[in-house]
């Protein structure tokens, strides 16, 4: 269930692939929020600030982000792990709802460095909220990468955050957690082992794949060709569709994919279901406090014959800001 991957190679650009793999649709739609918007961290507790920082984001269901990137080049990318603990909400320390934690990074920080600060200084909790419709509790853990190729992955095991920080944690994908992962990589003829390079969608084997592919992509003669090279990796690593398994009805599959030039500031996504890839320009955004926030209707136009594709930037439906989850006051 999800796959992330940087290119990170000295004097080019920073690249971000991701694969949103899940076993239902997450009826994603792209949304630009600008400087300035109040929000809250969802759970009635100490939190509350002013966005610093614009940025362009992928939701889930229109009440939480799950992937996306802000004005000065730090992105974040929600994945499945099973084995998150987010521990007792302590009412009178800091927290936030799972459904706005991605956007406190995006709306704050401008590196991985300074995310990593605050989250050492706070030691801040996770509060995860269950689906509204479905009831279903999400497990999940954090990735944060900057356009300096910086990465971090944050998971919350035993109601505390570990904290993987290094530009060399280029991969991350799911279960088991990443101390495991990164042991099991050194298994693998490459990286230490000699157990050849393993082609199943488990996700050890998918974090193989990706740290083995992108390690040898060739450089880039250009902006096109780097994304291209990205999203030939993350497609190595994608799920395909299949049919119900009884044994697994929860099996996911990939259903949509980003790119993420924190360098160039373009954000591109590609829907495996509707399967048009579209981009944005984040220079060309206004960010201003004060601009209206933007909504890309992607359940709905791209279910048109022919749909959305290519540059996008102006296609957005000024609308209120995203709505995040939250307890109920």
């Not at 499945?80 to 302590?90: K, N, R, V």
């Not at 996504?269 to 955004?285: A, H, Y």
Request: with cysteine; aromatic share 10%.
């Amino acid at each position: 269930m999800c796959t992330r991957v940087i290119w990170n190679e000295p004097g080019g650009a920073v690249l971000v692939g991701r694969n949103m793999d899940y076993h239902r649709d997450t009826a994603t739609n792209l949304w630009v929020m600008p400087r300035g918007i109040k929000r809250d961290d969802g759970v009635g507790g100490q939190l509350s600030w002013v966005a610093r920082y614009g940025s362009v984001v992928a939701g889930a269901y229109d009440m939480m982000t799950v992937d996306g990137m802000n004005e000065v080049g730090l992105a974040g990318h929600i994945l499945w792990l099973s084995e998150s603990t987010y521990g007792e909400h302590d009412k009178s320390k800091p927290a936030l709802s799972m459904a706005v934690w991605m956007q406190y990074f995006l709306d704050n920080f401008a590196t991985v460095d300074e995310a990593v600060a605050w989250i050492e200084d706070t030691s801040v909790q996770v509060v995860p909220l269950g689906d509204p419709s479905t009831g279903e509790v999400p497990a999940v853990h954090l990735a944060l990468d900057d356009g300096n190729g910086d990465s971090v992955v944050i998971e919350y095991i035993d109601g505390k955050p570990n904290v993987w920080h290094s530009r060399d944690y280029r991969v991350m994908t799911n279960s088991p957690t990443y101390d495991k992962q990164i042991e099991l990589l050194k298994q693998v003829q490459g990286f230490g082992g000699d157990r050849p390079l393993p082609g199943t969608t488990v996700a050890s084997d998918r974090f193989a794949r990706a740290a083995y592919y992108v390690g040898r992509l060739p450089e880039p003669k250009s902006q096109l060709e780097a994304i291209a090279g990205m999203f030939s990796v993350i497609r190595n690593t994608a799920q395909p569709f299949r049919i119900p398994d009884p044994d697994k009805p929860n099996a996911s599959q990939t259903i949509w994919q980003t790119v993420s030039d924190l360098t160039n500031k373009r954000y591109v996504f590609e829907s495996t279901t509707r399967p048009n890839v579209v981009w944005v320009e984040l220079s060309e955004l206004n960010f201003e406090e004060g601009a209206p926030a933007g909504k890309l209707d992607l359940i709905g136009d791209t279910a048109l014959e022919g749909g959305l594709a290519g540059n996008v930037t102006g296609r957005f439906d000024e609308t209120a800001p995203l709505k995040f989850l939250a307890l109920p006051s």
